[in-house]
């Protein structure tokens, strides 16, 4: 059964960088059918997609934050990551990973997701 | 940026009813749309997706609709399991966005 998991600091000081890892477990983050994504959800609000890449480092992100976000992925060890620069506290928010099942090239459902991880912006 | 707005926002129903949720797109998105249910702290759970199609091991309860602008997610008949909050994600673009949620909740 796929698994994925995210983790890293749940504070992080307004201006500086939100790095978050997820780790894929019980398949392989270099399928080519999947692509894996960021998703971030602020408290009592909506879901907001932050960006989408490939195994082999095809991205795609939202327009809102393409400036302050970066996505990468090691096949190594099987993980992805996500980047947010100049953190506000409107940036704090549950952040999820999850396995994007593609069903044209770049877009399609969630089907796994992790179970999201709280990340504070605070001084 | 392609716009999804759901309606209602709340909802409010018994254990046995049959429940609509409305998804509209600002343009055509064709069928490429998901729904999600998701709990309290919980992660999002795939339902639907390509407007119709129900996710393996979704109960048969759930169905999807649609297709261009305007699209329908119907329980036909509620059961305490699926109190809950309901998205639709488009999936037309390489940015892709979600509704803003339905509530469902118990009358």
């Known amino acids: 059964q796929l698994q994925l998991q995210e983790s890293g600091p749940r504070l992080v000081k307004p201006s500086e960088t939100l790095s978050l890892t997820c780790t894929v477990s019980g398949g392989s983050i270099s399928s080519p059918n999947y692509y894996w994504g960021w998703i971030r959800q602020p408290p009592e609000k909506g879901l907001e997609w932050i960006g989408t890449?490939?195994?082999?480092?095809?991205?795609?992100?939202n327009p809102s934050l393409k400036s302050r976000v970066t996505i990468s992925v090691d096949t190594s060890t099987n993980q992805l990551s996500l980047n947010q620069s100049s953190v506000i506290a409107a940036d704090t928010a549950v952040y999820f990973c999850?396995?994007?099942?593609?069903?044209?090239f770049g877009g399609g459902r969630f089907d796994y997701w992790g179970q999201g991880t709280l990340v504070t912006v605070s001084s | 940026d392609i716009q999804m707005t759901q309606s209602p926002s709340t909802l409010s129903a018994s254990v046995g009813d049959r429940v609509t949720i409305t998804c509209r797109a600002s343009?055509?998105?064709?069928?490429?749309l998901a729904w999600y249910q998701q709990k309290p702290g919980k992660a999002p759970k795939l339902l639907i997706y390509?407007?119709?199609s129900l996710e393996s091991g979704v109960p048969s309860r759930f169905s999807g609709s649609g297709s261009g602008t305007e699209f329908t997610l119907a329980i036909s008949s509620l059961q305490p399991d699926d109190f809950a909050t309901y998205y639709c994600?488009?999936?037309?673009?390489?940015?892709?966005?979600f509704g803003q949620g339905t509530k469902v909740e118990i009358k």
């Open positions: 343009q055509s998105i064709s069928s490429w």
């Open positions: 994600q488009q999936y037309n673009t390489y940015s892709m966005t």
């Open positions: 890449i490939s195994y082999s480092g095809t991205t795609y992100f």
């Open positions: 999850a396995r994007l099942n593609s069903e044209w």
């Open positions: 390509k407007a119709s």
